[in-house]
């Protein structure tokens, strides 16, 4: 994706259609947008682009969970949740992941950066019945 702040909400649009489309519940659907929004947020915001000048990002929903990640060209810091004042700005995006997300990491592989978030989720058969999906991969480069 073009690293550039309109891909937050590409990258959204992309997401929130093949969670959809893979039938998982709203909620869970509301938590991974938010998460892969505040990663990619945070890659625009505090690191460099890849090589290609992109950014990548990229999920996969199996065994009943949503993986999103966001692929950069790193930063000067490594990504942690902060614990910002009551009054401060910003510095809640990792923290809001790291309370929505079920476990949050970082990868390193040479001059990327991976920062990823993984959720819970399970799929709703429109008769009240739960099912786990087949594996689905998306990357969005």
Known sequence: MPYAPSSVAVARQRL?????EWGVYETAIDDAVLVVSEL???????AHPLPSGQVMVAWRWAGGCVEVAVSD???A???RAGRPTLSSLGGRGLGIVEYVAENWG???EGE?????ALLTTVADQGDGQVSLPEPALRECG
């Open 16 to 20: 929130c259609s093949d969670l959809q």
């Open 40 to 46: 990619l947020s945070n890659a625009l915001r505090h």
């Open 73 to 75: 060209g790193g930063a």
């Open 77 to 79: 810091t490594e990504p």
């Open 106 to 108: 970082v990868r390193h």
């Open 112 to 116: 990327i950066t991976t920062v990823w």
